[in-house]
């Protein structure tokens, strides 16, 4: 066996790559790096109807937007143009009597019971172990083997039937072909889903007909919805692309929340780079049940590492939603862009959140008269409020317009005038963004700067006048 581990993900592109697959790529990946190895990619697409190279380059951009680089770039591997590959080797099975030609397809005999042959396939095994003088023992069941999560798993022999290989088309089966790959690309973990516990006997046979050294399996927990039902296709937000990366979900807050689902760091940390995860990655400690996938828990992470973000950056990333939604970007500086992201950052879970109810920032919001006045104040008192306010506001030298001055002046106006914080930040804060839920006023006061905030101030005070 190869000396150096070798882990692969191996997705069939039918569809837009799927987060439960994004999940097995990342413990695939950190298994390699942390011991040294390689992670390869290969697409399986023998679904000729179904497969696409869109979805193709749908699971490349997916892996590399997460920061999943595979090691086999310039060797890709399609299982598409190995088909003579498969016929090869399903052809010596039956030269070697483990498979026989039925109907137009070819089985692999478990039980050696077709064509009346009494066939025995511990014998054969030995038999061809013998022949080709290599160390693959005799077969005796149960099939067994040492998962890396499970432990040990058995399954009785005569529980499995005679399985196709290839089918009447010339075209392999899932089993054949994941075998044949596998053992061609030098996989010596295989680590997958739970899903394909029940076809590892199957493969086990099959390598030990060929003669081919073992590698070692685990099988990950499925990952269910909160209510603890499967996750589908067709109601569930499941496409990296489409639910997670377009929805403004950062790559790191994704690689940081599926590599909790199902395995743990065993310490109270929960925030880790991927560089981190190499470190620290055991497989196992990855639990045997299924794991159950959370969205408020991946916003949680998405926060945080939105407000890690370097202003710039993250202005960068929004400013086309921005345009994207009719907002004239321009309408302001650069440094003031950078302020709003600053303050709108501490209150989004995603980047699309950012992208929505800032207009207020570029252009003056329509009031409504009902609104200005805090449901416990009154007319009298709020015109008093942003009177003094604005006066305020005129006064203060340009030099110290900064959140924390302004808001200094707002507490001092409220409580040197006998007037409550209803009565001056409430009323303040809307007749600047039109909005009942915004910033405090202060910051909004920093960003769209003196003339401007006197300008919205003076147009309220008209209204309530």
Sequence with gaps: MNNQIVTRIAPSPTGKFHVGTARTALLNYLFAKKNGGKFLLRIEDTDRARSSDEHIDDIKQSLEWLGLHWDNKDTEHYQSRRIDEYKKIAKQLVSEGFAEEREGATYFKVKGKMSNEKSNLNDKIQIASQARNDKTTNHQSPITFADLIHGKVSTELENIEDFVILKSDGWPTFHLAVVVDDHDMGITHIIRGDDHLSNTPKHILLYKALGWELPQWGHLPLILNHDRS??????????????????????????????????????????????????????????????????????????????????????YRVEPLWRKAGINVDAINESARQKIISVIKERASTINELAHEVDYFFLPSELDFDKIVFGKSNKENTIRGLSITSDALQQLPDDQWNTETLGQILSSISENNDLSKGDVFWPVRYCLTGETASPSPQEILSILGKEESIKRIANALNLLK
Excluded: C
């Design 230 to 315: 499967k996750m589908s296709k067709r109601k569930d937000p499941v496409s990296v692309s489409d639910d997670f990366r377009a929805k403004g979900y950062l790559p790191e807050a994704m690689v940081n929340f599926l590599a909790l689902l199902g395995w743990s760091p065993k310490s109270d940390e929960e925030f880790f780079t991927l560089n981190e995860l190499v470190q620290l990655f055991e497989i196992a400690n990855v639990q045997k049940s299924n794991a159950v996938f959370d969205i408020e828990k991946l916003k949680h992470f998405n926060a945080h590492y939105l407000r890690k973000m370097d202003d710039a950056d993250l202005l």
